[in-house]
């Protein structure tokens, strides 16, 4: 099977910065579009981007390590919340592509 692995999440002050990683395994025939959607209290899931965050969080990848990396920058208290990873992926040459996720880093960021 499929495995997304977050690391890097903890305790923060506002202000600092943190990096996320993320690394994919398992049975992966082919690996398309890694992201990094976060879920703060009270909110739906979103999918997080340079734009979304006013450029404060730059996301990275390395396809052939099949990793993904968010490095946060300036974080705020709003920030705080469960940062997961997710990436399409087909586990064979006739699988359709699926949505796989991981489990969650929480990001705490404390004023």
């Known amino acids: 099977q499929v495995q997304l692995v977050e690391s890097g999440g903890g305790l923060v002050q506002a202000g600092g910065s943190l990096r996320l990683s993320c690394a994919a395994s398992?049975?992966?025939?082919?690996?398309?579009?890694m992201a990094w959607y976060r879920q703060v209290p009270g909110k739906q899931r979103e999918l997080v981007s340079i734009?979304?965050?006013?450029?404060r969080f730059i996301i990275s990848g390395d396809n052939a390590k099949k990793m993904v990396y968010l490095q946060m920058s300036s974080l705020k208290p709003e920030d705080t919340g469960v940062y997961y990873c997710?990436?399409?992926?087909?586990?064979?040459?006739?699988?359709?592509?699926?949505?796989?996720w991981g489990q969650g880093t929480q990001v705490t960021v404390s004023s």
């Open positions: 997710n990436a399409r992926i087909k586990t064979d040459w006739s699988s359709p592509w699926s949505d796989y």
């Open positions: 398992g049975r992966i025939f082919s690996l398309n579009n």
């Open positions: 734009d979304s965050t006013g450029g």
